[in-house]
T-cell receptor, first 116, second 113 residues
Framework: NAGVTQTPKFQVLKTGQSMTLQCAQDMNHNSMYWYRQDPGMGLRLIYYSASEGTTDKGEVPNGYNVSRLNKREFSLRLESAAPSQTSVYFC???????????????FGNGTRLTVT | TQLLEQSPQFLSIQEGENLTVYCNSSSVFSSLQWYRQEPGEGPVLLVTVVTGGEVKKLKRLTFQFGDARKDSSLHITAAQPGDTGLYLCAGADSGAGSYQLTFGKGTKLSVIP
C-alpha cells in the first residue's frame, strides 16, 4: 500500500526554469493538497483540490499552478522558478473535508527543491 | 487569519524524562490534530481531538483538547529515543466544507539515550 507518492525526491533548478512536481495517491481520497515547508515558517498550503475537477488557492499560491489530472493525481507546476521557491514540497490527501474527526491528512515524503 | 503557537520550539531531554508540548490559539477550532514528522519524511497523524476537554492516550502519549477548543497539549511519559522528531499541531476551522488546516510551526524534540 503506497499511500501518497511524490516524484522527484530531489531537484535543483536555475532561476527561470520550469518544472512539474507529481503526486499520486492510491487511497481513493477525494481531496488533495500541496504544501511547502520552510524552516521557521511551518507548513503552508499552496493549493488544494477538494474533489476531482476543482482547485482552489491556499495561503501562498503566487508563482504556482496546479492540475487535478484525475482522482488519483494532483500536480504542482513552477512556471519560472525563483530562489524564494527553494523549499520542501509535500503533497497530501484526505477522504473528506478536514474538519471531521475521521479525515486526517496523509502526506507523501516530500520533494526537496533548490533554486539557484 | 488563525494562528497556532507551539511551545517550546526546541526540546532536548534525557531518555526516561517526561515532557509537555503546548499548542495555543486565540481562535476556536472544530478539531485539532497532532502529527509527528521524522527527518526526510512527511508528517504522520498521531491523533485527532474533537470535543472540548477531551483526553486521548496513545501508549505513553497523552493528548488534551482545551475546554474552549482553543488550545491543546501533548504529554510524553518516560521519553524514548524513538520519540525524537518534529511534533506539529494543526487546527481545522469550524463548519463543514473546510479544506484548510492551520499548522503550528512545530516542536523539535530530541531524546538523548
Amino acid at each position: 500500500n503506497a499511500g501518497v507518492t511524490q516524484t522527484p525526491k530531489f531537484q535543483v533548478l536555475k532561476t527561470g526554469q520550469s518544472m512539474t512536481l507529481q503526486c499520486a495517491q492510491d487511497m481513493n481520497h477525494n481531496s488533495m493538497y500541496w504544501y511547502r515547508q520552510d524552516p521557521g515558517m511551518g507548513l503552508r498550503l499552496i493549493y488544494y483540490s477538494a474533489s476531482e475537477g476543482t482547485t482552489d488557492k491556499g495561503e501562498v499560491p503566487n508563482g504556482y499552478n496546479v492540475s487535478r489530472l484525475n482522482k488519483r493525481e494532483f500536480s504542482l507546476r513552477l512556471e519560472s522558478a525563483a530562489p524564494s521557491q527553494t523549499s520542501v514540497y509535500f503533497c497530501a490527501s484526505s477522504y473528506v473535508e478536514l474538519g471531521t474527526a475521521n479525515s486526517p491528512l496523509h502526506f507523501g515524503n516530500g520533494t526537496r527543491l533548490t533554486v539557484t | 487569519t488563525q494562528l497556532l503557537e507551539q511551545s517550546p520550539q526546541f526540546l532536548s531531554i534525557q531518555e526516561g524524562e517526561n515532557l509537555t508540548v503546548y499548542c495555543n490559539s486565540s481562535s476556536v477550532f472544530s478539531s485539532l490534530q497532532w502529527y509527528r514528522q521524522e527527518p526526510g519524511e512527511g508528517p504522520v497523524l498521531l491523533v485527532t481531538v474533537v470535543t472540548g476537554g477531551e483526553v486521548k492516550k496513545l501508549k505513553r502519549l497523552t493528548f488534551q483538547f482545551g475546554d474552549a477548543r482553543k488550545d491543546s497539549s501533548l504529554h510524553i511519559t518516560a521519553a524514548q529515543p524513538g520519540d525524537t522528531g518534529l511534533y506539529l499541531c494543526a487546527g481545522a476551522d469550524s463548519g463543514a466544507g473546510s479544506y484548510q488546516l492551520t499548522f503550528g510551526k512545530g516542536t523539535k524534540l530530541s531524546v538523548i539515550p
